[in-house]
Protein backbone atom coordinates (compact mmCIF):
# COMPACT_ATOMS: atom_id res chain seq x y z
CA UNK A 1 0.00 0.00 0.00
CA UNK A 2 1.19 3.45 -1.23
CA UNK A 3 1.47 6.24 1.54
CA UNK A 4 1.99 9.82 0.58
CA UNK A 5 2.87 12.91 2.64
CA UNK A 6 0.99 16.48 2.80
CA UNK A 7 2.39 19.56 2.71
CA UNK A 8 1.86 21.23 6.22
CA UNK A 9 -1.01 23.74 6.88
CA UNK A 10 -0.31 27.30 6.46
CA UNK A 11 0.81 29.11 9.35
CA UNK A 12 -2.13 31.32 10.61
CA UNK A 13 -1.15 34.68 10.29
CA UNK A 14 -1.44 36.63 13.66
CA UNK A 15 -4.88 38.77 14.26
CA UNK A 16 -2.76 41.56 14.69
CA UNK A 17 -1.04 41.60 10.87
CA UNK A 18 -3.67 40.85 9.50
CA UNK A 19 -5.56 43.92 10.39
CA UNK A 20 -2.89 46.12 10.56
CA UNK A 21 -4.17 48.22 7.66
CA UNK A 22 -7.20 49.06 9.36
CA UNK A 23 -5.27 49.94 12.61
CA UNK A 24 -2.89 52.13 10.48
CA UNK A 25 -6.19 53.67 8.92
CA UNK A 26 -8.43 54.21 12.02
CA UNK A 27 -5.60 55.45 13.82
CA UNK A 28 -4.27 58.09 11.16
CA UNK A 29 -8.05 59.03 10.57
CA UNK A 30 -7.96 60.07 14.30
CA UNK A 31 -4.56 61.79 14.38
CA UNK A 32 -5.87 63.69 11.22
CA UNK A 33 -8.82 65.27 13.17
CA UNK A 34 -7.11 65.91 16.31
CA UNK A 35 -4.31 67.98 14.44
CA UNK A 36 -7.27 69.55 12.42
CA UNK A 37 -9.34 70.49 15.33
CA UNK A 38 -6.38 71.92 17.27
CA UNK A 39 -5.24 73.54 14.09
CA UNK A 40 -8.77 75.68 13.86
CA UNK A 41 -8.92 75.99 17.60
CA UNK A 42 -5.66 77.70 17.98
CA UNK A 43 -4.78 78.67 14.20
CA UNK A 44 -1.42 78.25 14.72
CA UNK A 45 0.58 77.36 11.73
CA UNK A 46 2.55 75.23 13.25
CA UNK A 47 0.09 72.11 12.90
CA UNK A 48 -0.29 72.99 9.13
CA UNK A 49 2.84 70.55 8.10
CA UNK A 50 1.15 67.75 10.60
CA UNK A 51 -1.83 67.90 8.35
CA UNK A 52 -0.73 68.04 5.06
CA UNK A 53 1.34 65.02 5.84
CA UNK A 54 -1.87 62.82 7.32
CA UNK A 55 -3.81 63.78 4.75
CA UNK A 56 -1.74 62.62 2.29
CA UNK A 57 -0.65 59.58 3.45
CA UNK A 58 -2.85 57.72 5.92
CA UNK A 59 -4.69 55.89 3.33
CA UNK A 60 -1.81 55.10 1.19
CA UNK A 61 0.15 54.12 3.86
CA UNK A 62 -2.89 51.75 4.98
CA UNK A 63 -3.18 50.35 1.30
CA UNK A 64 0.59 49.61 1.72
CA UNK A 65 0.26 47.74 5.21
CA UNK A 66 -2.50 45.08 3.63
CA UNK A 67 -0.10 44.63 0.52
CA UNK A 68 2.67 43.72 2.89
CA UNK A 69 0.93 41.71 5.16
CA UNK A 70 -0.39 38.51 3.43
CA UNK A 71 -0.27 34.97 4.39
CA UNK A 72 3.17 34.56 3.93
CA UNK A 73 4.92 37.93 3.07
CA UNK A 74 7.31 38.50 0.49
CA UNK A 75 11.38 39.16 2.35
CA UNK A 76 10.89 42.75 2.02
CA UNK A 77 12.21 44.88 4.73
CA UNK A 78 10.54 47.43 6.67
CA UNK A 79 13.41 49.76 6.04
CA UNK A 80 13.53 48.94 2.28
CA UNK A 81 9.95 49.83 2.18
CA UNK A 82 10.46 53.14 3.77
CA UNK A 83 13.51 53.81 1.87
CA UNK A 84 11.42 53.04 -1.65
CA UNK A 85 8.41 55.01 -0.53
CA UNK A 86 10.42 57.80 0.54
CA UNK A 87 13.35 58.33 -2.24
CA UNK A 88 10.93 56.97 -5.38
CA UNK A 89 8.46 59.60 -4.23
CA UNK A 90 11.04 62.11 -4.31
CA UNK A 91 12.42 61.16 -7.78
CA UNK A 92 9.36 60.57 -9.46
CA UNK A 93 7.88 64.20 -8.32
CA UNK A 94 11.18 66.18 -9.04
CA UNK A 95 11.21 63.49 -12.64
CA UNK A 96 8.33 64.14 -13.66
CA UNK A 97 8.21 67.58 -12.77
CA UNK A 98 11.16 68.41 -14.80
CA UNK A 99 9.85 66.30 -17.72
CA UNK A 100 6.48 68.15 -17.97
CA UNK A 101 8.26 71.29 -17.27
CA UNK A 102 10.66 70.97 -20.28
CA UNK A 103 7.36 69.16 -22.42
CA UNK A 104 5.24 72.54 -21.50
CA UNK A 105 8.36 74.73 -22.91
CA UNK A 106 8.59 73.36 -25.89
CA UNK A 107 4.83 72.49 -26.89
CA UNK A 108 2.92 75.40 -24.66
CA UNK A 109 1.11 72.06 -23.57
CA UNK A 110 1.61 68.97 -22.07
CA UNK A 111 -1.00 66.48 -23.42
CA UNK A 112 -2.39 64.45 -21.02
CA UNK A 113 -0.82 61.32 -22.40
CA UNK A 114 2.04 62.78 -21.98
CA UNK A 115 1.74 63.43 -18.39
CA UNK A 116 0.68 59.70 -17.78
CA UNK A 117 3.76 58.62 -19.94
CA UNK A 118 5.54 60.85 -17.34
CA UNK A 119 4.53 60.57 -14.32
CA UNK A 120 4.36 56.80 -14.56
CA UNK A 121 7.96 56.04 -15.83
CA UNK A 122 8.90 58.29 -13.27
CA UNK A 123 7.51 55.93 -10.76
CA UNK A 124 9.61 52.94 -11.63
CA UNK A 125 12.75 54.11 -11.62
CA UNK A 126 13.34 53.62 -8.06
CA UNK A 127 11.66 50.05 -8.50
CA UNK A 128 13.74 49.11 -12.20
CA UNK A 129 17.09 49.70 -9.93
CA UNK A 130 16.18 47.84 -7.11
CA UNK A 131 15.07 44.73 -9.38
CA UNK A 132 18.82 45.16 -11.06
CA UNK A 133 20.77 44.81 -7.71
CA UNK A 134 18.36 42.69 -6.02
CA UNK A 135 18.84 38.95 -5.19
CA UNK A 136 15.76 37.96 -4.38
CA UNK A 137 13.25 38.82 -6.87
CA UNK A 138 9.77 37.64 -6.20
CA UNK A 139 7.05 38.91 -7.72
CA UNK A 140 5.27 39.40 -4.43
CA UNK A 141 7.65 41.43 -3.14
CA UNK A 142 7.30 43.56 -6.82
CA UNK A 143 4.15 44.73 -5.99
CA UNK A 144 4.97 46.08 -2.73
CA UNK A 145 7.63 48.42 -4.09
CA UNK A 146 5.56 49.33 -6.44
CA UNK A 147 2.98 50.26 -4.26
CA UNK A 148 5.89 51.95 -1.91
CA UNK A 149 6.43 53.80 -4.79
CA UNK A 150 3.17 54.53 -5.85
CA UNK A 151 2.38 55.88 -1.94
CA UNK A 152 5.43 58.01 -1.59
CA UNK A 153 4.97 60.09 -4.93
CA UNK A 154 1.46 60.33 -4.19
CA UNK A 155 1.87 61.59 -0.69
CA UNK A 156 4.41 64.03 -1.74
CA UNK A 157 1.54 65.21 -4.97
CA UNK A 158 -1.14 65.36 -2.60
CA UNK A 159 1.14 67.30 0.21
CA UNK A 160 2.02 69.90 -2.73
CA UNK A 161 -2.02 70.30 -3.80
CA UNK A 162 -2.70 70.69 -0.42
CA UNK A 163 -0.37 73.69 0.54
CA UNK A 164 -1.03 75.46 -3.10
CA UNK A 165 -5.33 75.43 -1.74
CA UNK A 166 -3.88 76.66 1.31
CA UNK A 167 -1.58 79.75 -0.58
CA UNK A 168 -4.17 80.08 -3.15
CA UNK A 169 -7.50 80.77 -0.17
CA UNK A 170 -5.81 81.07 2.55
CA UNK A 171 -9.29 78.57 3.58
CA UNK A 172 -8.51 75.66 6.03
CA UNK A 173 -12.22 74.52 4.57
CA UNK A 174 -10.43 74.36 1.26
CA UNK A 175 -7.09 72.92 2.44
CA UNK A 176 -9.30 70.20 4.09
CA UNK A 177 -11.44 69.28 1.19
CA UNK A 178 -8.28 68.83 -0.99
CA UNK A 179 -6.36 66.60 1.29
CA UNK A 180 -9.31 64.68 2.04
CA UNK A 181 -10.21 63.98 -2.06
CA UNK A 182 -6.67 63.30 -3.44
CA UNK A 183 -6.11 61.07 -0.02
CA UNK A 184 -9.21 58.96 -0.42
CA UNK A 185 -8.67 58.63 -4.09
CA UNK A 186 -5.24 58.09 -4.06
CA UNK A 187 -5.26 54.43 -4.02
CA UNK A 188 -7.21 54.25 -6.88
CA UNK A 189 -4.71 56.22 -8.73
CA UNK A 190 -1.04 56.43 -8.14
CA UNK A 191 -1.26 53.53 -5.85
CA UNK A 192 -3.12 51.10 -8.03
CA UNK A 193 -1.34 51.67 -11.45
CA UNK A 194 2.15 52.04 -10.32
CA UNK A 195 1.69 48.65 -8.08
CA UNK A 196 0.60 46.65 -10.79
CA UNK A 197 2.81 48.02 -13.68
CA UNK A 198 5.99 46.82 -10.78
CA UNK A 199 4.29 43.40 -10.16
CA UNK A 200 4.23 42.73 -13.80
CA UNK A 201 7.96 44.39 -14.08
CA UNK A 202 9.55 42.22 -11.60
CA UNK A 203 7.94 38.23 -13.39
CA UNK A 204 10.23 38.70 -16.27
CA UNK A 205 13.26 37.96 -14.54
CA UNK A 206 11.46 34.65 -13.22
CA UNK A 207 9.18 33.73 -16.46
CA UNK A 208 9.60 31.00 -18.52
CA UNK A 209 8.92 32.59 -21.43
CA UNK A 210 10.50 36.15 -21.41
CA UNK A 211 8.79 37.35 -24.71
CA UNK A 212 5.51 36.90 -23.29
CA UNK A 213 6.41 38.10 -19.82
CA UNK A 214 7.74 41.52 -21.33
CA UNK A 215 4.49 41.75 -23.45
CA UNK A 216 2.64 41.53 -20.48
CA UNK A 217 4.79 43.86 -18.74
CA UNK A 218 4.34 46.02 -21.71
CA UNK A 219 0.77 46.01 -21.93
CA UNK A 220 0.03 46.58 -17.80
CA UNK A 221 2.46 49.54 -18.53
CA UNK A 222 0.44 51.02 -21.44
CA UNK A 223 -3.18 50.46 -19.82
CA UNK A 224 -1.61 52.27 -16.40
CA UNK A 225 -0.92 55.07 -18.46
CA UNK A 226 -4.05 54.96 -20.31
CA UNK A 227 -6.15 55.06 -17.26
CA UNK A 228 -4.00 57.39 -15.97
CA UNK A 229 -4.62 60.02 -18.96
CA UNK A 230 -8.52 59.41 -18.83
CA UNK A 231 -8.37 60.26 -15.30
CA UNK A 232 -6.69 63.32 -15.47
CA UNK A 233 -8.56 64.15 -19.14
CA UNK A 234 -12.08 63.93 -17.87
CA UNK A 235 -14.27 65.80 -15.93
CA UNK A 236 -17.04 63.41 -15.24
CA UNK A 237 -17.24 62.10 -12.17
CA UNK A 238 -18.75 58.82 -13.57
CA UNK A 239 -15.77 58.48 -16.04
CA UNK A 240 -13.24 59.17 -12.86
CA UNK A 241 -15.48 56.55 -10.77
CA UNK A 242 -15.11 53.48 -13.59
CA UNK A 243 -11.18 54.57 -13.64
CA UNK A 244 -10.60 54.41 -10.05
CA UNK A 245 -12.71 51.19 -9.86
CA UNK A 246 -10.69 49.29 -12.54
CA UNK A 247 -7.36 50.69 -11.05
CA UNK A 248 -8.36 49.50 -7.61
CA UNK A 249 -10.08 46.14 -8.16
CA UNK A 250 -6.64 45.28 -10.51
CA UNK A 251 -4.53 45.56 -7.45
CA UNK A 252 -6.46 44.10 -5.37
CA UNK A 253 -6.20 40.77 -7.79
CA UNK A 254 -3.00 41.61 -8.27
CA UNK A 255 -2.25 40.99 -4.68
CA UNK A 256 -4.11 38.44 -3.81
CA UNK A 257 -2.64 36.34 -6.86
CA UNK A 258 0.93 36.89 -5.74
CA UNK A 259 0.22 35.59 -2.38
CA UNK A 260 -1.20 32.58 -4.18
CA UNK A 261 1.68 32.16 -6.32
CA UNK A 262 3.95 32.67 -2.94
CA UNK A 263 1.94 30.15 -1.69
CA UNK A 264 2.35 27.41 -4.62
CA UNK A 265 6.08 28.22 -4.19
CA UNK A 266 6.78 27.59 -0.45
CA UNK A 267 4.89 24.23 -0.40
CA UNK A 268 6.76 21.45 0.03
CA UNK A 269 6.46 18.64 -2.93
CA UNK A 270 4.37 16.14 -2.83
CA UNK A 271 6.18 12.25 -2.51
CA UNK A 272 4.41 8.98 -3.06
CA UNK A 273 6.00 5.81 -1.86
CA UNK A 274 5.41 2.35 -3.14
CA UNK A 275 6.56 -0.25 -4.94
CA UNK A 276 7.69 0.24 -8.52
CA UNK A 277 4.97 -0.52 -11.32
CA UNK A 278 6.50 -0.91 -14.93
CA UNK A 279 4.72 1.39 -17.66
CA UNK A 280 2.52 -0.69 -19.88
CA UNK A 281 4.13 -2.43 -22.68
CA UNK A 282 7.78 -1.76 -20.55
CA UNK A 283 9.52 -5.30 -19.83
CA UNK A 284 10.05 -5.64 -16.10
CA UNK A 285 13.55 -6.80 -15.23
CA UNK A 286 12.85 -8.89 -11.96
CA UNK A 287 11.20 -11.21 -14.64
CA UNK A 288 13.08 -14.27 -15.16
Partial sequence: MSTSTTPPPARRVPRRVRWAWLLVLLGGVAGYLIVLRTLVATQNPLYVPSLLLLGSAVVPASVLVYAASGPRRAQVGAGLIAAVAGIGGVIGTVAAGTLEYDTLQRLGAVPMIMVGLIEESAKLVV??????????????????IG???????????????????LLQSRSLADLDQTLLLRGLLSPAGHVAWTGVATAALWRIPSAARKARAVGLFVATFAAAV???????GSELWLVRTVVGVVSFAGLLIVVHRSRRAADREQEPPTWTYGPYVPPPGAVDPATP
Fill in 147 to 165: VASGMGFATLETMGYGFSA
Fill in 127 to 144: PLIILLFARRRDPAAGVI
Fill in 226 to 232: ALHALWD
